[in-house]
């Protein structure tokens, strides 16, 4: 494997994980639920990185989350709480400790600290 790759579906989605995301783990969006050729496109993004889908709690992310297990089956599964109303809603204090979990992050990742004081 060649570090990991990260898949969301929209751009918020991406700008909150951004914020406490390193650079260097790419994140991909399916912009809603993907066709056949944006499907190709991810993995060709993808390639041999570990893949970790980040979609929302909601019936349209669980069925994004079900056409991508069938590209990426192996992949990863970050969840929100349904309560938070979407990815790009989720505290990233939440985000950060899925991530940490899985190992993407380590402990002296940038903290939701970092993140509000940023304005």
Known sequence: MDGFFVIVEGKNDAKRLRSFLPESIPIA???GTPGQDRLIRLRWLARNRQV???TDADPAGRRIRRILKEV???AWDIYTKPGFNGVEHTPVDYMEDRFRRLGILGEDAKTSEDY???G
Request: aromatic share 16%.
């Open 29 to 31: 969006m399916t912009y």
């Open 52 to 54: 970790v889908l980040v």
């Open 72 to 74: 990426f089956p192996d």
């Open 116 to 118: 509000t004081s940023r």
